[in-house]
T-cell receptor
Framework: AQTVTQSQPEMSVQEAETVTLSCTYD???????LFWYKQPPSRQMILVIR??????QNATENRFSVNFQKAAKSFSLKISDSQLGDTAMYFC???????????FGKGTLLTVNP | EAGVVQSPRYKIIEKKQPVAFWCNPI?????LYWYLQNLGQGPELLIRYENEEAVDDSQLPKDRFSAERLKGVDSTLKIQPAELGDSAVYLC???????????????FGPGTRLTVL
Protein backbone atom coordinates (compact mmCIF):
# COMPACT_ATOMS: atom_id res chain seq x y z
CA ALA A 1 0.00 0.00 0.00
CA GLN A 2 1.07 3.52 -0.69
CA THR A 3 1.52 6.10 2.06
CA VAL A 4 1.97 9.86 1.82
CA THR A 5 3.45 11.83 4.69
CA GLN A 6 3.32 15.58 5.17
CA SER A 7 5.34 16.40 8.27
CA GLN A 8 4.40 20.08 8.50
CA PRO A 9 0.87 20.54 9.88
CA GLU A 10 1.12 24.33 9.60
CA MET A 11 3.39 26.88 7.96
CA SER A 12 3.34 30.61 7.51
CA VAL A 13 5.11 32.96 5.15
CA GLN A 14 5.20 36.67 4.49
CA GLU A 15 3.64 37.97 1.34
CA ALA A 16 6.10 38.01 -1.62
CA GLU A 17 8.45 35.54 0.04
CA THR A 18 9.17 31.92 -0.87
CA VAL A 19 7.99 28.87 1.04
CA THR A 20 8.59 25.14 0.61
CA LEU A 21 6.15 22.45 1.69
CA SER A 22 7.47 18.94 2.26
CA CYS A 23 6.06 15.58 1.25
CA THR A 24 7.47 12.07 1.34
CA TYR A 25 5.85 8.92 0.05
CA ASP A 26 6.39 5.23 0.16
CA UNK A 27 5.75 2.90 -2.74
CA UNK A 28 7.21 -0.08 -4.53
CA UNK A 29 5.70 1.01 -7.83
CA UNK A 30 7.83 2.38 -10.65
CA UNK A 31 5.01 4.01 -12.62
CA UNK A 32 3.14 6.66 -10.67
CA UNK A 33 2.10 10.29 -10.47
CA LEU A 34 2.44 12.83 -7.70
CA PHE A 35 0.27 15.86 -7.14
CA TRP A 36 -0.13 18.93 -5.02
CA TYR A 37 -3.70 20.04 -4.41
CA LYS A 38 -4.82 23.30 -2.84
CA GLN A 39 -7.95 23.42 -0.69
CA PRO A 40 -9.00 26.96 0.28
CA PRO A 41 -11.71 27.66 2.86
CA SER A 42 -14.28 27.16 0.10
CA ARG A 43 -13.25 23.46 0.35
CA GLN A 44 -12.87 22.93 -3.40
CA MET A 45 -9.76 20.87 -4.13
CA ILE A 46 -7.78 22.50 -6.92
CA LEU A 47 -4.92 20.80 -8.71
CA VAL A 48 -1.79 22.93 -8.39
CA ILE A 49 0.86 20.81 -10.09
CA ARG A 50 1.48 17.28 -11.32
CA UNK A 51 4.68 15.23 -11.69
CA UNK A 52 5.06 12.01 -13.64
CA UNK A 53 7.53 9.67 -11.97
CA UNK A 54 9.20 8.78 -15.26
CA UNK A 55 10.09 12.40 -15.93
CA UNK A 56 13.37 13.59 -14.46
CA GLN A 57 12.59 17.25 -15.02
CA ASN A 58 10.81 18.95 -12.16
CA ALA A 59 7.36 20.29 -12.99
CA THR A 60 6.74 24.04 -12.93
CA GLU A 61 3.50 26.03 -13.10
CA ASN A 62 4.06 29.77 -12.88
CA ARG A 63 4.97 30.50 -9.23
CA PHE A 64 4.72 26.84 -8.23
CA SER A 65 7.49 24.32 -8.73
CA VAL A 66 8.40 20.96 -7.30
CA ASN A 67 11.60 19.28 -6.22
CA PHE A 68 11.09 15.63 -7.11
CA GLN A 69 13.71 13.33 -5.62
CA LYS A 70 12.68 9.86 -6.80
CA ALA A 71 15.37 7.87 -4.99
CA ALA A 72 14.60 9.63 -1.74
CA LYS A 73 10.84 9.45 -2.41
CA SER A 74 10.51 13.13 -1.72
CA PHE A 75 8.22 15.60 -3.47
CA SER A 76 8.33 19.15 -2.13
CA LEU A 77 6.37 22.16 -3.38
CA LYS A 78 7.97 25.59 -3.66
CA ILE A 79 5.76 28.64 -3.86
CA SER A 80 7.55 31.77 -5.00
CA ASP A 81 6.32 35.33 -4.53
CA SER A 82 3.63 34.15 -2.09
CA GLN A 83 0.28 35.89 -2.39
CA LEU A 84 -2.54 36.28 0.13
CA GLY A 85 -4.69 34.06 -2.08
CA ASP A 86 -2.25 31.20 -1.58
CA THR A 87 -3.57 30.79 1.97
CA ALA A 88 -5.08 27.30 2.03
CA MET A 89 -4.58 23.67 2.97
CA TYR A 90 -2.12 21.97 0.65
CA PHE A 91 -2.34 18.23 0.10
CA CYS A 92 0.28 16.00 -1.44
CA UNK A 93 -1.22 13.02 -3.28
CA UNK A 94 -0.03 9.84 -4.98
CA UNK A 95 -1.59 7.97 -7.87
CA UNK A 96 -0.39 4.60 -9.06
CA UNK A 97 -0.05 4.39 -12.82
CA UNK A 98 -3.13 3.04 -14.63
CA UNK A 99 -5.10 3.41 -11.43
CA UNK A 100 -7.60 5.92 -10.18
CA UNK A 101 -7.28 5.85 -6.41
CA UNK A 102 -5.62 8.97 -5.10
CA UNK A 103 -3.81 8.60 -1.77
CA PHE A 104 -3.60 11.90 0.08
CA GLY A 105 -1.39 13.12 2.89
CA LYS A 106 -2.86 14.85 5.92
CA GLY A 107 -2.19 18.28 4.55
CA THR A 108 -0.25 21.42 5.47
CA LEU A 109 -2.10 24.60 6.39
CA LEU A 110 -0.27 27.50 4.75
CA THR A 111 -0.97 31.03 5.89
CA VAL A 112 0.36 33.96 3.90
CA ASN A 113 0.68 37.04 6.07
CA PRO A 114 0.48 40.59 4.70
CA GLU B 1 -17.48 25.09 -18.43
CA ALA B 2 -19.37 24.38 -15.24
CA GLY B 3 -17.51 22.46 -12.58
CA VAL B 4 -18.68 19.69 -10.30
CA VAL B 5 -21.78 20.80 -8.44
CA GLN B 6 -22.72 19.53 -5.01
CA SER B 7 -25.62 20.24 -2.72
CA PRO B 8 -26.26 21.06 -0.03
CA ARG B 9 -23.09 22.89 1.01
CA TYR B 10 -23.91 22.42 4.67
CA LYS B 11 -26.16 20.01 6.52
CA ILE B 12 -26.86 19.72 10.24
CA ILE B 13 -28.87 16.76 11.48
CA GLU B 14 -29.47 14.85 14.66
CA LYS B 15 -28.01 11.39 15.07
CA LYS B 16 -30.09 8.51 13.75
CA GLN B 17 -31.63 10.74 11.09
CA PRO B 18 -31.14 10.02 7.38
CA VAL B 19 -29.25 12.40 5.10
CA ALA B 20 -28.54 12.58 1.39
CA PHE B 21 -25.96 14.41 -0.69
CA TRP B 22 -26.25 15.18 -4.37
CA CYS B 23 -23.54 15.53 -7.00
CA ASN B 24 -23.68 16.66 -10.62
CA PRO B 25 -20.38 15.94 -12.41
CA ILE B 26 -18.79 17.86 -15.22
CA UNK B 27 -20.72 17.29 -18.43
CA UNK B 28 -19.38 14.32 -20.36
CA UNK B 29 -17.37 12.86 -17.49
CA UNK B 30 -18.00 9.15 -17.26
CA UNK B 31 -16.32 8.51 -13.91
CA LEU B 32 -17.60 9.82 -10.60
CA TYR B 33 -16.02 9.54 -7.15
CA TRP B 34 -17.27 10.12 -3.62
CA TYR B 35 -14.66 10.96 -1.00
CA LEU B 36 -14.87 11.32 2.77
CA GLN B 37 -12.70 14.01 4.36
CA ASN B 38 -12.46 13.95 8.13
CA LEU B 39 -11.24 17.02 9.97
CA GLY B 40 -7.48 17.39 9.66
CA GLN B 41 -7.18 14.62 7.12
CA GLY B 42 -6.90 14.21 3.38
CA PRO B 43 -9.83 12.81 1.40
CA GLU B 44 -10.38 9.06 1.28
CA LEU B 45 -12.23 7.33 -1.53
CA LEU B 46 -15.61 5.86 -0.62
CA ILE B 47 -16.91 4.73 -4.00
CA ARG B 48 -16.16 5.10 -7.69
CA TYR B 49 -18.60 4.85 -10.58
CA GLU B 50 -17.85 4.19 -14.21
CA ASN B 51 -21.03 5.32 -15.91
CA GLU B 52 -23.81 3.66 -13.90
CA GLU B 53 -21.68 0.89 -12.44
CA ALA B 54 -20.07 1.05 -9.01
CA VAL B 55 -16.67 -0.45 -9.81
CA ASP B 56 -15.07 0.12 -6.43
CA ASP B 57 -17.14 0.41 -3.26
CA SER B 58 -14.75 -1.46 -0.99
CA GLN B 59 -14.39 1.51 1.38
CA LEU B 60 -18.10 2.26 1.62
CA PRO B 61 -19.63 1.22 5.00
CA LYS B 62 -22.54 -0.65 3.50
CA ASP B 63 -24.47 -1.07 6.71
CA ARG B 64 -25.47 2.58 6.70
CA PHE B 65 -24.13 4.14 3.50
CA SER B 66 -25.57 3.72 0.04
CA ALA B 67 -25.01 5.44 -3.28
CA GLU B 68 -26.52 5.47 -6.71
CA ARG B 69 -25.77 7.00 -10.06
CA LEU B 70 -28.87 6.78 -12.18
CA LYS B 71 -28.39 7.18 -15.94
CA GLY B 72 -24.67 7.58 -15.41
CA VAL B 73 -24.84 11.29 -14.65
CA ASP B 74 -25.96 12.65 -11.25
CA SER B 75 -25.21 10.73 -8.10
CA THR B 76 -26.64 10.59 -4.61
CA LEU B 77 -24.87 9.42 -1.46
CA LYS B 78 -27.08 8.51 1.47
CA ILE B 79 -26.45 7.78 5.13
CA GLN B 80 -29.14 6.08 7.18
CA PRO B 81 -29.01 6.32 10.12
CA ALA B 82 -26.34 8.96 10.68
CA GLU B 83 -23.94 8.64 13.60
CA LEU B 84 -21.88 11.26 15.41
CA GLY B 85 -18.72 9.96 13.73
CA ASP B 86 -20.14 10.70 10.29
CA SER B 87 -19.52 14.42 10.79
CA ALA B 88 -17.13 15.26 7.97
CA VAL B 89 -16.90 16.79 4.52
CA TYR B 90 -18.18 14.66 1.65
CA LEU B 91 -16.48 15.48 -1.65
CA CYS B 92 -17.55 14.47 -5.11
CA UNK B 93 -15.15 14.38 -8.05
CA UNK B 94 -15.43 13.45 -11.70
CA UNK B 95 -13.08 12.58 -14.53
CA UNK B 96 -13.15 11.50 -18.15
CA UNK B 97 -11.60 8.08 -18.29
CA UNK B 98 -10.55 6.98 -21.77
CA UNK B 99 -9.05 3.67 -22.84
CA UNK B 100 -5.31 3.71 -23.17
CA UNK B 101 -4.79 6.75 -20.97
CA UNK B 102 -2.70 6.27 -17.88
CA UNK B 103 -3.90 9.35 -16.08
CA UNK B 104 -7.26 11.06 -15.87
CA UNK B 105 -7.45 14.27 -13.87
CA UNK B 106 -10.07 14.32 -11.16
CA UNK B 107 -12.03 17.53 -10.74
CA PHE B 108 -13.52 18.12 -7.32
CA GLY B 109 -16.70 19.78 -6.18
CA PRO B 110 -16.92 22.10 -3.14
CA GLY B 111 -18.14 19.33 -0.87
CA THR B 112 -20.92 19.04 1.68
CA ARG B 113 -20.04 19.65 5.32
CA LEU B 114 -22.14 17.34 7.48
CA THR B 115 -22.57 17.93 11.19
CA VAL B 116 -24.30 15.24 13.22
CA LEU B 117 -25.51 16.36 16.65
Amino acid sequence: AQTVTQSQPEMSVQEAETVTLSCTYDTSESNYYLFWYKQPPSRQMILVIRQEAYKQQNATENRFSVNFQKAAKSFSLKISDSQLGDTAMYFCAFLRGSNYKLTFGKGTLLTVNP
Amino acid sequence: EAGVVQSPRYKIIEKKQPVAFWCNPISGHNTLYWYLQNLGQGPELLIRYENEEAVDDSQLPKDRFSAERLKGVDSTLKIQPAELGDSAVYLCASSLMTSGSSYNEQFFGPGTRLTVL
